[in-house]
């Protein structure tokens, strides 16, 4: 009998007058008996609706299964058929978007807690597994992946278990791209992208970090010079977005990419760090998604008070429902309908204050979402020694400046076709070079889309 309580089993979490206070992980996951708990509410529906909403197809009801009967391992089997990353997925993709939000039992109550029943999957088997070399018969084929996040992480899986030699090129010093530099370590330790990794180079993927293609070698020369036969673009869009108002120059203004960098991938939290943030009062972070959550509960940690400035409403707002609920609780401040005009700084060109004018909802426009109107004659000011920049990233342009005949768009974003095919002849990408700033699973999608075609051209050559 299936288990009708409306209600998903609580994911036990560290108290927040705690954790906002220690860069150890919130979500403190399912033990085996909750998550078989938590399995039992999934009615194993004939066409699987939730799958329907995952971007990389994984089978979930026969994964849930498998947990139900207490076969973790079965379940663990399930999942890596379609993702390369599921302790990953499991901790930072937006399961209410997408797998959950077509769950049946969210009908009259809460979905599946899909996404935690992975989680605890992944951990169980990564707990009690070491990473096995798997005997993979080769091609002779050689794909370049550049960049080492998500997208190119699944790109480099799939193409790796199709028997292709497959080399990863990272420009930072440190693979796992915006896993690494981006997502905070109480939301996603690096512990487990490292495992993650260390899986992809028991098939054999070579990981070469500090390759900046564009500048240390070309996409022209992995061709010509190299001998690559195929080349993926993973790179991410890791150009920041400022709102072009005066004071941006000032000290103390950061782009999130900056600033989260720095404490992620830089370890500036620890008081030995060879590239620490300056100690900040008061801090106001503009935006409102999930890297502006993520920006604003790292400087809390850091001992700020920390404010978060979004000119809509908290209903607009396109960050995770978790997030800002967790965001909340750890003490932050949220100031909705407001939208800053001018950094003000002191006589030393230090960040003083943020000039702001408060906002109204008007008319929807293009996303559906009603546009922010300003109220004439309501600025005002928002104290702070810090401004955080969390509105927006573009892809870097090195790429596209340095390879000939790669077509981008107004933003900067590689137009692909429908299996992300470049207008290069042997060059694919995903991920956000392609969409802009996006979810970790769209562009796992988006690789493994691209390898499938890869795989394709290379059976052809």
């Known amino acids: ?99 959950e939000m077509h769950c049946v039992r969210g009908i009259k109550g809460e979905p599946v807690a899909i996404g935690r029943l992975e989680r605890f999957v992944a951990d169980t088997h990564n707990a009690g597994a070491a990473v096995k070399p798997r005997e993979i018969q080769k091609t002779g084929k050689k794909v370049a992946v550049i960049g080492s996040g998500p997208s190119g992480l699944a790109c480099a899986g799939d193409l790796a278990r199709a028997g292709h030699a497959v080399t990863i090129f990272e420009s930072l010093h440190t693979a796992g791209g915006v896993l690494v530099y981006g997502i905070p370590e109480f939301r996603l330790p690096k512990s487990i992208v490292a495992k993650e990794i260390e899986g992809l180079k028991a098939m054999g993927v070579e990981v070469l970090t500090n390759m900046v293609v564009g500048k240390v070698t070309s996409v022209d020369e992995l061709f010509q010079e190299q001998g690559y036969d195929a080349v993926f673009i993973g790179s991410g869009a890791g150009l920041p977005n400022f709102m072009n108002i005066p004071g941006e120059m000032l000290v103390g203004v950061y782009s999130a990419n900056e600033y989260l960098t720095r404490v992620n991938l830089m370890k500036a939290y620890l008081s030995d760090a060879e590239t ?54 750890e003490g932050i401040v949220f100031q909705n309908l407001v939208n800053p005009i001018e950094v003000l700084g002191d006589s030393e060109k230090k960040v003083r204050a943020l000039k702001c004018l408060k906002m109204e909802l008007g008319e929807a426009d293009a996303s559906g979402r009603r546009s922010p109107v ?66 970790v699973i769209s562009a796992m999608g988006a690789g493994k889309k691209a390898a499938a075609a890869i795989c394709a051209y290379l059976k052809e050559q």
């Open 374 to 439: 300003a109220i004439p004659g309501s600025e005002f000011e928002i104290e702070a020694d810090t401004v955080i920049m969390a509105i927006g990233t573009s892809p870097n342009p090195l790429l596209k400046d340095t390879t000939k005949g790669l077509e981008t768009n107004r933003k900067g974003c590689f137009v692909v076709d429908e299996t992300m095919h470049t207008s290069h002849d042997a060059v694919w990408a995903g991920g956000d070079a392609v969409t802009g700033a996006a979810t």
């Open 276 to 329: 620490p943030i300056k100690n900040s009062r008061k801090v106001a972070v503009v935006g409102g998604g999930n890297v502006a959550m993520d920006a604003a509960r790292c400087a809390k940690r850091l001992g700020a008070e920390v404010s978060i400035v979004y000119r809509r409403s908290m209903e607009e707002m396109p960050a995770r429902k978790e997030e800002v609920h967790h965001a909340q609780e």
């Open 1 to 99: 009998m299936p288990n009708m309580n409306p209600q998903r089993v609580p994911m036990p979490e560290q108290p927040a007058d705690v954790r906002n206070k220690n860069f150890e992980e919130v979500a403190l996951g399912y033990t085996a008996e909750m998550a078989v708990e938590e399995a039992q509410r999934c009615l194993h529906c004939k066409n699987s609706p939730c799958v329907t909403g995952c971007p990389v197809n994984v089978n979930i009801p026969d994964f849930i299964e498998y947990v139900k009967d207490g076969k973790f391992e079965e379940a663990f089997e399930v999942i890596s058929r379609q993702s390369s990353l599921p302790a990953v997925c499991g901790r930072v993709c937006p399961q209410e978007s997408q797998c």
